[in-house]
């Protein structure tokens, strides 16, 4: 079966300083990706999704950046972090099927910007 | 008007009550849609996919109307452990990879 693993699951940082989250996903090959952020009491919010290595769409502007340097691992990184940045951090997959498949999400990761 | 709307509750129901659920979108191309829950603090799981003739998972039915483009989440005999926010998924117009969430809708069963 196919399992999805993030980490960390708390992560508390100074404002200035670099981030990066590691999502990886076993048991399946060539998987759509994604990076979800959500802040408290708000929805999920896109960040960023790959459909193959090496191929990253970004939904909104900002200051982070996402890499998909092999088939089943998803980084998201930040050279400075905000304080806006704070939230819950999700990292998803789902089949490559054009869309009509349902994603699987990590246990994500919760970001606190001091 | 918003791609997937859900009215954001709380829907407050005693133990052993129905609810209801409706989540509306835009886009009449969408191809697929879901239904997850999120507990506080944790991420999202996949409850049910929802399918054109309607589908049902013990105490949980899911439908679909594509005419007035909504789907529908009904919880039967609602438990305790029912409480959570649910959050309807919209997949797929146009061939798209790209998922739309909607902003769910917080459900508290009290005793």
């Known amino acids: 079966s196919q399992t999805i693993h993030q980490w960390p699951a708390t992560l508390v940082q100074p404002v200035g300083s670099p981030l990066s989250l590691e999502c990886t996903v076993e048991?399946?090959?060539?998987?759509?990706l994604y990076w979800y952020r959500q802040a408290a009491g708000r929805g999920l919010q896109l960040l960023f999704y790959s459909v193959g290595i090496g191929q990253i769409s970004s939904e909104v502007p900002q200051n982070l950046s996402a890499s998909r340097p092999q088939d089943r691992q998803f980084i998201l990184s930040s050279k400075k972090l905000l304080l806006s940045d704070s939230g819950f951090y999700l990292c998803?997959?789902?089949?490559?099927?054009?869309?009509?498949?349902?994603?699987?999400f990590g246990d994500g990761t919760r970001l606190s910007i001091l | 008007r918003k791609e997937v709307e859900q009215d954001p509750g709380p829907f407050n129901v005693p133990e052993g009550a129905t609810v209801a659920f409706n989540c509306t979108y835009s886009n009449s191309a969408s191809q697929s849609f879901f239904w997850y829950r999120q507990d506080c603090r944790k991420e999202p799981k996949l409850l049910m996919s929802?399918?054109?003739s309607g589908n049902e998972d013990g105490r949980f039915t899911a439908q679909l109307n594509r005419a007035s483009q909504y789907i529908s989440l009904l919880i039967r005999d609602s438990k305790l452990s029912d409480s959570a926010t649910y959050l309807c998924?919209?997949?797929?117009?146009?061939?798209?990879?790209?998922?739309?969430f909607g902003r769910g809708t917080s459900l508290i069963v009290h005793p």
């Open positions: 998924v919209v997949n797929g117009a146009g061939g798209s990879y790209i998922p739309t």
């Open positions: 998803a997959w789902s089949q490559a099927s054009g869309g009509n498949q349902p994603q699987h």
């Open positions: 048991g399946t090959s060539n998987p759509n």
């Open positions: 929802v399918y054109s």
